[in-house]
């Protein structure tokens, strides 16, 4: 589960909490006094867009959301001979 930073409005200051990411609440109460902290947006992952193995992670889940359209199937090449036997160049074109 990820951590996530709240900070408190009194002058408690920052904490963390875990979440699962698709329960994180977008406040939490403050540790030390109770009040309804907000969640604070952090800058995680911006420094790792170097790496070759973050790149292949993050090119991984953007095909998952934005898949490459395809428009043909690949291998042979068209209007090239599907058989060399003349009889069936006699036969019906699809
Ligand atoms: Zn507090």
Redesign the pocket.
């Known amino acids: 589960m990820p951590v996530y930073e709240f900070r408190?409005?009194?002058?408690?200051?920052r904490f963390e909490v875990r979440h699962p990411m698709a329960l994180v609440p977008s406040a939490e109460s403050?540790?030390?006094?109770?009040?309804e902290?907000p969640r604070m947006i952090a800058a995680v992952g911006l420094s790792r867009s170097g790496s070759a193995v973050h790149r292949a992670m993050d090119q991984a889940a953007l095909s998952a959301s934005e898949p490459e359209v395809v428009r043909g199937s690949p291998g042979r090449a068209r209007n090239s001979p599907v058989t060399t036997d003349p009889r069936h160049r006699k036969l019906p074109a699809p």
């Open positions: 408190c409005p009194a002058d408690c200051g403050c540790p030390s006094c109770a009040a902290s």
